[in-house]
Every structure is written in C-alpha cells, then in structure tokens.
C-alpha cells in the first residue's frame, strides 16, 4: 500500500476527536483515519445530530486526508448529503475526507457516496465486511455496484472490514478470502485492512 502506513477506524466522538487533534501536528500522510458517525438514539433529532458531528469533525480533522463512513445514520442519504459534507468541504479545496460506501448498501446511498466523491475529486471508499463474504455473490455485488457508480467514481479504495479480531491468523486468513473474492473486481487504488469492533 504505497505512501499510507496506518488507519485507524474512530468514532465521531469527544475523546477520539481530541485525541486525533492532538496528534495530528506530529502525524504525516502516511496516516488516515477512516472515521464513522456513530448511530443517534434520537432519529427526529437526526439533521442536528448530523449536522453537529460534521462541524466537530471538522474542528478535528481540518483537512487530513482519510474517510468517512456514515453507515449507522445513512437511512436517508439525502441529509447527510444536505448536512455533513457541506461542513466538510474548505473553500476551493473541498472535502479532505473521501466517501464510503459498500456492496450492501442501498442504491441509493451508493449513488449518493459516488456522487460526493466526484464532485470532491478525491476518491471513493468502498468496505466489504468480511461477516458478509459470499465468495459466488460478492464479485457480482461489487461488479453492479462499481457499473452503477461508474463513471463518477474513478478513484476507488477497498476498505476490507474484518470485524473484531481476536485470532491474528484467523484474521488474517479472513483478509485473504476477501481478497481473492473481490481483487479482480476493480483496480482499485489502495487496499485498507481494518480490524477490531465498533465502529
């Protein structure tokens, strides 16, 4: 994985936004994170929620490069189209954080993430859950997802999700099966390996 070395997943949270504030003076591009917008237990307060964790996110990250995956309050991809990504994105420059979306999701939502992503120029990311592999489906997934966002994404990162680790072989074995499954699915830029729980 040429020119990136670690990423971490966070939670758009208090404490992992001050920790990444705090370290991201000393911390190159080599590192980015893939943060995700944990779910809300008010879903009528959903356009604040968001519209608030964007605007902390911001404060934190600034313009780092790295992804963001709003899987857990995507219902309606419109609003967080609406209210995340505007207070993102700086002058001229756009949004330094890149859209996820993955082979599970809603068309819609696919379209949404691909439509950000050209519009920022910066790519898309694209999780596969290795919990969710079926090695005869998962190429067909991928394929119709990349046909149906094609061609407004052309820069496309594989984020492989292996969920909580606990066996290092295990998971690693694990990240094998994905990839031969979806290698051949896309030329795809970079290929992430992401390992523990939430989120």
Known sequence: MEGLRYVPALPVRRGSLSAFRTVKPVIDEQTQPLWVVPPTNAPEALPAYLRKSAMDLNGANGLHPGWLDTRHVEATPDLVAEQVWPQLSAPLLGPA??????????????????????DAGGGLGVRVRAQDLDEAQMPRLLSELLARVSPAASDVDLLVDLGEVTVVREAMTSALRVWEAVRGAANWRRTVLLGGSFP
């Not at 954080?97 to 050209?118: D, H, I, K």
């Open 97 to 118: 954080l890149r859209p996820v979306t993955g082979p599970e999701r809603a068309p819609a939502q696919q379209l949404a993430a691909a439509g950000l992503a050209a």
